[in-house]
């Protein structure tokens, strides 16, 4: 929408689409946090009864699984046309801040659905990236397939400021308003050095919705079964107290409760009438709820007793739903960092002039598990000559940069070959050998 005009109507529109899906996006958040009030919004209490509330919180635990099981080692970047030099301008403006943001912007878009990096030089001079989530922002798009953004809001308050603030990033503009309820007041306006939007979205899926949101119900169940055999044992939940051939008023009931004795006539009988559980039923119950949860995450329960000589190979097939998982989130990743390296390298041309193409990276990812280093070196040994020492290099886990890690070794072997000929030189020299 090359003709795209931002108004204060739309804008205001927009805030209040914001303040609409809040309501919806904070639920996930409360979920993620493990928020009781939330979880057990309909357990039933009981009066005068123990009423413990114990959240199971495997959301948060299937978030961080899955991005550090996807980001939890560095991202590689290899150049396709043997570019060293567009190598080394990545690494000097990203590696001191990227991979913490890549972990961060993962999570914000597992627990919402959707999250968004904005790309800004910050007072510095320097390229730099944050998250926003839903609950802050709000991004127009133009309504075609690619949903390219057209303008995004960032609403935000100062420290110590009662007013509220929002930034609105059109084309290359930012322009800053105070809300005035149902009004604004534009206080800056200022440019950017990108040609669009510096807005990139990052869904957590397909569909735009929460990594866990079809086991909130799920895990709704298992918290709210877990609190009741608590209780059940705490205050003997299901038991009643049986008094016979005696009739008691309630002020008597409730004297007897705070004394903690009971007085009855001669030839009347107290005792606890209480309501058999099925150990077994029961936690069979809990059983098929937890791995319902596993299964519909495609997680795998780690706290299981596995073989402490479980192979490399045998351990990915274990993970082989997780993997596929997060091979979708990998695919989505890959196209967050190379639109990111695309206003990168608008950056650089603007402040350096030199020119790169962010078509030419290749962005490699490497699973944060548990590696079989001989079985990987045995693989890189035979297809030696076959694939190029970059991309062999690449398989390794402990090479963080492939094309850095090439450049040592070279200088490495002409420090070599350096000292050999000096060892041929010296000994020449000693024995008189000459040329």
């Given at each position: 929408m090359d003709n795209f005009k931002v108004t204060e109507k739309i804008i205001l529109e927009c805030l209040k689409e914001l303040d609409?899906?809040?309501i919806r996006y904070q639920k996930y958040k409360d979920y993620y946090e493990g928020d009781i009030g939330v979880i057990f919004k309909d357990y039933t209490m009981q009066d005068s009864r123990s009423n413990m509330k114990i959240p199971f919180n495997f959301c948060r635990k299937f978030v961080d699984v899955e991005t550090g099981y996807l980001l939890g080692k560095d991202i590689n970047y290899i150049s396709k046309s043997g570019n060293q030099e567009i190598i080394d301008t990545i690494d000097y403006h990203m590696t001191h801040w990227v991979q913490e943001h890549d972990i961060l912007l993962r999570k914000s878009s597992e627990i919402y659905g959707i999250a968004w990096e904005l790309n800004y030089v910050?007072?510095?001079g320097d390229f730099k990236a944050t998250v926003l989530n839903p609950l802050n922002s709000y991004i127009l798009e133009d309504g075609t397939v690619e949903r390219n953004a057209i303008m995004a809001i960032y609403k935000y308050q100062k420290r110590f400021d009662d007013n509220e603030y929002i930034d609105v990033f059109v084309d290359n503009r930012i322009i800053t308003y105070i809300v005035d309820g149902d009004s604004l007041k534009k206080i800056d306006e200022r440019t950017h050095i990108f040609d669009r939007v510096p807005i990139i979205s990052c869904p957590a899926n397909s569909e735009?919705?929460?990594g866990f949101h079809d086991i909130i119900p799920l895990v709704q169940a298992f918290s709210h079964l877990n609190s009741d055999l608590c209780n059940e044992v705490a205050d003997h939940r299901n038991a009643y107290l049986l008094i016979e051939n005696a009739e008691l008023q309630e002020d008597d009931l409730a004297r007897m409760?705070?004394?903690g004795i009971?007085?009855?006539?001669?030839?009347?009988?107290?005792k606890w009438l209480i309501k058999d559980i099925n150990d077994d039923f029961v936690q069979n119950e809990l059983n098929l709820l937890e791995k319902k949860i596993y299964d519909l995450s495609d997680q795998v329960n780690f706290n299981e007793n596995w073989a402490s000589n479980t192979s490399g190979l045998a351990?990915?097939?274990k993970l082989l739903n997780l993997e596929n998982r997060i091979a979708l989130r990998e695919a989505i990743m890959e196209n967050v960092i190379k639109q990111r390296l695309r206003n990168f390298f608008e950056y650089i041309k603007v402040r350096e002039g030199k020119e790169y193409n962010y078509k030419d990276i290749s962005v490699q990812f490497t699973r944060n598990l548990p590696t079989d280093l001989a079985g990987l070196a045995d693989m890189v040994t035979k297809l030696k000559g076959t694939a190029s020492d970059e991309t062999l290099l690449a398989q390794l886990?402990?090479?963080?940069?492939?094309?850095l890690e090439l450049e040592k070794r070279r200088k490495e072997q002409e420090a070599e070959m350096l000292d050999l000929e000096k060892i041929t030189d010296d000994l020449a020299d000693k024995y008189n050998l000459g040329d």
């Amino acid at each position: 929408m090359d003709n795209f005009k931002v108004t204060e109507k739309i804008i205001l529109e927009c805030l209040k689409e914001l303040d609409k899906n809040a309501i919806r996006y904070q639920k996930y958040k409360d979920y993620y946090e493990g928020d009781i009030g939330v979880i057990f919004k309909d357990y039933t209490m009981q009066d005068s009864r123990s009423n413990m509330k114990i959240p199971f919180n495997f959301c948060r635990k299937f978030v961080d699984v899955e991005t550090g099981y996807l980001l939890g080692k560095d991202i590689n970047y290899i150049s396709k046309s043997g570019n060293q030099e567009i190598i080394d301008t990545i690494d000097y403006h990203m590696t001191h801040w990227v991979q913490e943001h890549d972990i961060l912007l993962r999570k914000s878009s597992e627990i919402y659905g959707i999250a968004w990096e904005l790309n800004y030089v910050d007072r510095d001079g320097d390229f730099k990236a944050t998250v926003l989530n839903p609950l802050n922002s709000y991004i127009l798009e133009d309504g075609t397939v690619e949903r390219n953004a057209i303008m995004a809001i960032y609403k935000y308050q100062k420290r110590f400021d009662d007013n509220e603030y929002i930034d609105v990033f059109v084309d290359n503009r930012i322009i800053t308003y105070i809300v005035d309820g149902d009004s604004l007041k534009k206080i800056d306006e200022r440019t950017h050095i990108f040609d669009r939007v510096p807005i990139i979205s990052c869904p957590a899926n397909s569909e735009r919705l929460s990594g866990f949101h079809d086991i909130i119900p799920l895990v709704q169940a298992f918290s709210h079964l877990n609190s009741d055999l608590c209780n059940e044992v705490a205050d003997h939940r299901n038991a009643y107290l049986l008094i016979e051939n005696a009739e008691l008023q309630e002020d008597d009931l409730a004297r007897m409760k705070k004394a903690g004795i009971i007085q009855v006539p001669q030839g009347a009988s107290v005792k606890w009438l209480i309501k058999d559980i099925n150990d077994d039923f029961v936690q069979n119950e809990l059983n098929l709820l937890e791995k319902k949860i596993y299964d519909l995450s495609d997680q795998v329960n780690f706290n299981e007793n596995w073989a402490s000589n479980t192979s490399g190979l045998a351990l990915k097939n274990k993970l082989l739903n997780l993997e596929n998982r997060i091979a979708l989130r990998e695919a989505i990743m890959e196209n967050v960092i190379k639109q990111r390296l695309r206003n990168f390298f608008e950056y650089i041309k603007v402040r350096e002039g030199k020119e790169y193409n962010y078509k030419d990276i290749s962005v490699q990812f490497t699973r944060n598990l548990p590696t079989d280093l001989a079985g990987l070196a045995d693989m890189v040994t035979k297809l030696k000559g076959t694939a190029s020492d970059e991309t062999l290099l690449a398989q390794l886990p402990f090479i963080a940069n492939p094309t850095l890690e090439l450049e040592k070794r070279r200088k490495e072997q002409e420090a070599e070959m350096l000292d050999l000929e000096k060892i041929t030189d010296d000994l020449a020299d000693k024995y008189n050998l000459g040329d």
